[in-house]
């Protein structure tokens, strides 16, 4: 009987084969039992309104290099107007040293000492002499005048220069933006896209209860202040009369807890019950700076954002801002920060209808106060110019240029 033959050893490769296909197995398994979980409407909506915000800050950003493109674009035509004025002028005194040299050449041929002898008329030779006399200080005079603008010419031509340099690269710097911009738009949406109508209703009903949550904490802080400004005028009021009867030598009558009713000419005190919160406070009368402003914010709202927007038909934030005062005739600069620069700075206590507001700590975004707490704002792309509480945002402060 033969001998049987033991199983040989599986080769390396096969081994190999076989330890990779357990590993994929378990790997696979692995990543079946422990799949990344669905995004939830919350966290999408907190990367779109992360993307939005992002994309703002780019687009303020571009706002302001295409607001120093412009200007630098008016420096550089002015520049290069006064370069080609400068050129017409050294060409005009080329062509009178052009003139001035040959009549010195011609002039100047023969020593003037063997012209004086040679010349039948004496009298006529001196006063052609002064002439010449005059011609070489007209030389002289040309020269001069040409070397300065000459110098004033390369200066102007060297400055043209570093201006379109400036410009180009402000140029690169504007495409390099609003190509983060349409990037972070772009995956805004695509978030947005993968979301049912039904989802996409369920974000929009939360940024509603939101807004209306601000509006009420708002109204609620309003009256409390209320309040308390008429408890302290009510107390300064009965310190007063207590000081003015004890000057008087009489004794201040006891303090009651009840109200006392006014005398018949006494007017009654001002009702505390605050006026009813409207989503949509009226624009201010006709007259005045603050009314033109109000009233021109007013007539945008329900019209679209569109970025780097200033009107008619759409607004980005500081472009809707800006033109609200241009339509009161002042002159506001292009971009949320550079607005924050300019005027007196207001306490949140003192805000008047026609303030702007700003928020974030890096201040991108401003709107127009209209009272009760609220501003009219161009919000991002995809929503409309509305009236929002100003304290939905990161509230950072306002001004009254």
């Known amino acids: 009987m033969g001998k049987r033959r033991k199983p040989s050893p599986p080769s390396r490769a096969r081994m190999a084969v076989l330890t990779t296909a357990v590993a994929g197995g378990a790997v696979l398994a692995s990543g079946t039992a422990h799949a990344e979980p669905a995004p939830t409407l919350a966290s999408v909506k907190e990367q779109v309104d992360r993307l939005n915000e992002e994309a703002e800050q780019a687009i303020e950003r571009f706002n302001g290099f295409q607001e120093k493109q412009q200007k630098l674009q008016g420096e550089a035509n002015r520049i290069q107007e006064k370069v ?20 010195q050449y011609r002039n100047n041929g023969i020593d003037p000492g063997i012209q004086l002898m040679l010349d039948s008329d004496p009298a006529s030779y001196l006063g052609r002499a002064s002439v010449q006399d005059q011609v070489a200080g007209s030389w002289t005079d040309l020269l001069k005048r040409a070397q300065d603008e000459q110098r004033k010419l390369d200066q102007e031509r060297t400055e043209a220069a570093a201006t379109l340099a400036d410009l180009d690269a402000v140029g690169a710097s504007l495409n390099a933006q609003k190509n983060q911009i349409q990037s972070k738009l772009a995956q805004s949406e695509a978030l947005l896209n993968k979301l049912s109508a039904e989802e996409r209703a369920k974000i929009n009903a939360q940024e509603a209860a939101d807004k209306a949550k601000a509006a009420a904490q708002q109204a609620a802080a309003a009256e409390r202040a209320k309040a308390a400004d008429k408890e302290a005028a009510d107390k300064a009021k009965a310190a007063a009369a207590a000081k003015e009867t004890a000057g008087k030598g009489g004794t201040p009558a006891p303090q009651t807890a009840a109200p006392q009713t006014p005398a018949a000419n006494t007017p009654a005190p001002a009702a505390s019950t605050p006026a009813p919160v409207t989503n ?112 939905v945002m990161p509230y950072m402060g306002a001004v009254r240029p």
């Open 280 to 391: 949509t406070p009226a624009p201010p009368a006709a007259g005045g700076r603050a009314a033109a402003i109000v009233q021109f914010a007013h007539a945008q709202l329900g019209k679209p954002y569109g970025w780097s927007k200033t009107g008619p038909s759409s607004f980005d934030c500081s472009g809707l801002t800006g033109a609200a005062y241009r339509a009161a005739n002042v002159s506001l600069p292009r971009t949320s920060q550079e607005q924050w620069k300019i005027g007196t700075r207001i306490g949140r206590g003192d805000l008047q209808p026609g303030d702007l507001v700003f928020f974030y700590p890096d201040l991108h975004h401003v709107g127009v106060y209209i009272g009760d707490g609220k501003m009219i704002h161009a919000p991002r792309t995809g929503k409309n110019i509305e009236v929002l509480p100003i304290g």
């Open 84 to 103: 080609a004025r400068g050129q017409e002028a050294m060409n005009e005194l080329r062509t009178q040293l052009g003139v001035v040299g040959a009549e």
